[in-house]
């Protein structure tokens, strides 16, 4: 079966600190993952994908297939990280995604 | 800049009411989604449509309905409301055929069934 798993439901870290969100998958072809950021008021957007392999706002992500993980990293954190962030597993050809339940991140000063 | 509007911010409705959410993208995509998004749940695929006129269910179909009439507006139908649909509901849609193609998504319906 499908499945992606982000066991923390909120995160909260000091600014500065790094700061790493897991995310788990299950999945029985090639995955290809995503992580999704809202940030308050704001829409639902792409943050980054595995396999562009960019660092987007000083975060990264590293598939893992032997550990079936897709952890976000950013080794500073900053107050404007402050958000939903959701992993997401692309499930079929017609580009559907399977999202996880998500994190919230917290920043404080 | 690809945008993607939702007919409502926040929706009150009764019991047993049908209840329509509109969603409209001005990018020509092909692709359009409903999701619902609840707190420790995350996005659930309601329905998804690859084409004009062409619908699948996603992972909750069940007492929603969807329509699909022209390329940029994709309905979501409650046809008859209950309290537990209380949720936020997003709209998306992507690009292209096959594969991956990034999912731009509306504000969101707050909607609450009374």
């Known amino acids: 079966a499908q499945r992606v798993t982000q066991p923390e439901k909120l995160l909260s870290v000091f600014k500065g600190a790094p700061v790493e969100l897991k995310c788990n998958y299950s999945?029985?072809?090639?995955?290809?993952l995503f992580w999704y950021v809202q940030y308050s008021r704001q829409r639902l957007q792409l943050l980054l994908r595995h396999i562009s392999r960019e660092s987007i706002k000083g975060f990264t992500a590293d598939l893992n297939k032997g550990e079936t993980s897709f952890h976000l990293k950013k080794p500073f954190a900053q107050e404007e990280d402050s958000a939903m962030y959701y992993c997401a597993l692309l499930t079929d050809s017609w580009g559907k995604l399977q999202f996880g339940a998500g994190t919230q991140v917290v920043v404080t000063p | 800049d690809v945008k993607v509007t939702q007919s409502s911010r926040y929706l009150v409705k009764r019991t047993g009411e049908k209840v329509f959410l509109e969603c409209v993208q001005d990018?020509?995509?092909?692709?359009m989604f409903w999701y619902r998004q609840d707190p420790g749940l995350g996005l659930r695929l309601i329905y998804f449509s690859y084409d004009v006129k062409m619908k699948e269910k996603g992972d909750i179909p069940e007492g929603y309905s969807v329509s699909r009439e022209k390329k940029e507006r994709f309905s979501l139908i409650l046809e008859s409301a209950s309290t537990n649909q209380t949720s936020m509901y997003l709209c998306?849609?992507?690009?292209?055929?096959?594969?991956?193609?990034?999912?731009?998504f509306g504000p969101g319906t707050r909607l609450t069934v009374l």
């Open positions: 998306a849609s992507s690009g292209g055929r096959g594969g991956y193609n990034e999912q731009f």
């Open positions: 990018m020509d995509h092909e692709n």
């Open positions: 999945y029985s072809g090639s995955p290809e």
